[in-house]
């Protein structure tokens, strides 16, 4: 798993649209006092459920790769001039 350049500030920004979708989609609302593994856990498997991204495999599913895979999805849903994009 290549790190991608801001994969902080992307997963940030993916857990932010993703709690807004989840809760759009009337599935839930994250609460001040969850924790960012809660919010990527909840996210990832919102995201799976509604085939938005493809599952990671069996025994790829933890924590470091799903904050990954939340970091991939948004850097492909943010537009090509956004700052967390630029090299």
Do not use: C
């Not at 994250?30 to 856990?41: H, N, Q, R, S, W």
């Amino acid at each position: 798993m290549k790190k991608l350049k801001h994969e902080n500030e992307l997963l940030k920004e993916a857990i932010r649209v993703g709690g807004l979708y989840l809760k759009k989609r009337g599935a839930g609302e994250f609460e001040a006092t969850d924790g960012a593994d809660l919010k990527v856990t909840a996210i990832y498997k919102l995201l799976v459920h509604d085939n938005l991204i493809q599952p990671l495999a069996k025994d790829q599913v933890d924590l470091p790769h799903m904050r990954h895979k939340l970091a991939l999805w948004i850097s492909r849903n943010l537009p090509d001039n956004h700052p967390l994009l630029q090299d």
